[in-house]
């Protein structure tokens, strides 16, 4: 189950199920399935079991709720979530109201509570959730994102504690293919922040070693310079 399946990270992190597992994949998010979608899942189904979409807020616990039924009642157990989701409403913190603050939290903050009240009694194999360096990093204009991903930072290890199944996190560096920040201007300002693209293939091989590993939470980030690594607070 991928709640934010449609976005480019969970679209590639299913390519990499379907693909090599032939898994079945849910993909969850709150628009309804549009052409854009359905040809998405169409190129998908050339690899393997077509994923299916479902349309409901996460962020509910009613919806999700209902998505959890939905799922069993079709596919049986569920084994696996990842959350994938994201809202970017950058805007410097001197110029952004509460509104708009608040607009990028319940991706992140209010979909992580109400999985965890949702499938907390499951029998799941894994939890894996995907957060971003800006929680370790002060990046102009993503005052909320960071807030939302500091959270679902320290609400990883919380639930890896109370929980009987593993939780796994992922801080993101920048992807300049896929996601929403893909385009020739994010990649012109990375570029001279000294900051490289992450690309789908050595993602996928990270999660797979993730997932198979101890290790709980890594940070991935792709560098062209020591800068960005000095400003994480490391000088390797």
Not at 40 to 45: G, I, M, N, Q, T
Not at 136 to 153: E, P
Not at 156 to 181: C, D, E, H, T
Request: glycine content about 8%.
């Amino acid at each position: 189950l991928v709640l934010g399946g449609a976005g480019g990270i969970g679209e590639a992190f299913t390519e990499t199920l379907v693909r090599q597992h032939q898994a079945r994949v849910v993909w969850v998010g709150r628009r309804p399935e549009d052409a854009d979608i359905a040809a998405r899942l169409d190129r998908l189904a050339q690899h393997g079991p077509r994923p299916v979409y479902l349309s409901a807020d996460a962020s509910q616990l009613e919806s999700l709720a209902a998505v959890r039924d939905q799922v069993r009642a079709r596919f049986g157990e569920i084994h696996g979530i990842v959350h994938a989701m994201i809202v970017l409403a950058d805007q410097s913190l001197a110029r952004m109201d509460e509104a708009r603050f608040v607009s990028a939290l319940p991706s992140k903050v209010d979909a992580s509570v109400q999985l965890a009240r949702v499938f907390g009694a499951d029998a799941l194999d894994f939890v894996l959730f995907f957060s971003s360096v800006q929680s370790l990093t002060k990046s102009a204009g993503q005052a909320n994102y960071a807030a939302g991903c500091t959270f679902i930072d320290a609400f990883a290890q919380a639930l890896r504690q109370a929980m009987p199944w593993p939780v796994k996190l992922v801080n993101w560096g920048y992807w300049g293919s896929v996601g929403v920040v893909a385009s020739e201007a994010y990649r012109r300002r990375m570029a001279q922040a000294g900051i490289d693209s992450i690309e789908p293939p050595e993602a996928m091989a990270l999660l797979q070693r993730l997932l198979a590993a101890t290790v709980n939470q890594v940070v991935f980030l792709k560098t062209t310079s020591e800068t960005p690594a000095l400003a994480l607070g490391t000088n390797t």
